[in-house]
């Protein structure tokens, strides 16, 4: 019952925004027809737990600062099994000439970034493996086996693609990797559980705060640490330039810069998200080194991987 429930939420919450009694489905009970314990059984599922905000800083820093990216290339356009050839062209974009392009801005700030890869992804453009490991200083973490709907499977298909993906990493950097960013940005009744079962350090997909916490699951810890996302530290929902909310570059740089003002001023995390397909165009790297100038101008930055940042505060707050 509690898996049914949970799983009616996550399938209205993927539905387009439209007028509230326009979401109400056949068959699907809105939820002032539920009872008090089914609201809190959904709502506490997947729950915020202590906040993990380190007292400081590694060296006295005022502001964590994690720069990622989703490799998602043409598992985007793949995924649900109609792909066009337009599309994957313009998603072949971000291999061949966006993540070069950004490898190149964050080597030349030498700014460690964590790349969340989809190991189909990986295994179309096998090269971006190298380029992402030479400097030394990046992560690789994982992010679905082709871009799947993860919220969307049943425990044992979402099982098993994620220990697909976790295999085919493991084998290609020689080591487990620690963290897990969901492909669709949602969980399933299940990916807490899957996560916990698999050892995962960290995990960057939900939203409750902008300072990292400590998942909870059905309101009990489950150690694994929580990096918050947020569609508007995200550049899919504000560059499509053929939809209603395209936003110029320099525009989106200012929301960036805003945010990180707050997150210095807050003794806070500021946690962005590209996609080499999007933000690998020109005048968006533009944008990102704008950006990047400020923050190093500002100063009081511990630029740091998610790995490294999860870490730092597990260690903190004396979590095993």
Known sequence: M????LAAAIAASLLPSQPVL???RPGVKPGWEWSD???????????????????SWPGGARVAVLFSFDVDNETVGVRFGDPTIGALSEQEYG???????LVALFDKYKIPVSYFIPAMSARIHPEEVDLIRKSGRNEIAVHGWIHEMNSQLPYDTEK???QRAVDFWTKTLGHKPAGYRAPSWNFSPNTVRILREMGFTYESSMMSDDDPYELMENGKGTGIVELPVEWIMDDAPLYDPRGSNYASP?????????????AWEEHSMFVLTNHPHISGHRSRVVALEMLIQHIKSKGGAWFATHQAAAE???SQAGMK
């Open 160 to 162: 098993q693609l994620l």
């Open 2 to 5: 509690r898996h049914q429930l």
């Open 250 to 262: 320099r525009d989106v740089a200012q929301v960036w810069m805003d945010e990180f003002d707050k």
């Open 37 to 55: 314990d089914s609201v809190f059984t959904v709502v506490n599922a997947v729950r915020a737990g202590k906040s993990l905000k380190p007292k």
């Open 312 to 314: 730092y505060v597990k």
């Open 22 to 24: 326009a979401q109400v």
């Open 95 to 101: 291999a061949r000439t966006g993540l070069p392009r």
